[in-house]
């Protein structure tokens, strides 16, 4: 079992910057595929972004070239960086992780994942 716990989400105003985390525990990290998806009040959870095991990374559309995917497997810890932030990216962040066969394996649909956090609210003001 690996536990996934988010940390760093709150209030920005647009064009503003926060970083979330994403910290796991419960089993050696560095095997996994790790995504970020939202989900905005009345709507589907989305995906954000994904970075397999060996860094490989693949962004939404929406969100390319502002957000930013890294991970420390040493740490056991996954990162999304997000930059110009808009109004319309306010949401409920969650983290999820999936054991990959190939660490150049990354994964895009929330049914690929078998493991998720809790979710942090980002709001973006305008």
């Known amino acids: 079992q690996v536990q996934l716990v988010e940390s760093g989400g709150g209030l920005v105003q647009a064009g503003g910057s926060l970083r979330l985390s994403c910290a796991a525990s419960?089993?050696?990290?560095?095997?996994?595929?790790m995504g970020w998806f939202r989900q905005a009040p009345g709507k589907e959870r989305e995906f954000v972004a994904t970075?397999?095991?060996?860094?490989?990374?693949g962004y939404a559309d929406s969100v390319k070239g502002r957000f930013t995917i890294s991970r420390d497997n040493a740490k056991n810890t996954g990162y999304l960086q997000m930059n110009s932030l808009k109004p319309e990216d306010t949401a409920v962040y969650y983290c999820?992780?999936?054991?990959?066969?190939?660490?150049?394996?990354?994964?895009?649909?929330?049914?690929?994942?078998?493991?998720w956090g809790q979710g942090t609210r980002v709001t973006v003001s305008s």
């Open positions: 999820a992780g999936t054991r990959s066969l190939s660490g150049s394996y990354y994964y895009k649909r929330a049914d690929e994942y078998d493991y």
């Open positions: 419960g089993r050696t990290f560095s095997n996994y595929a």
């Open positions: 970075i397999a095991w060996r860094g490989d990374t």
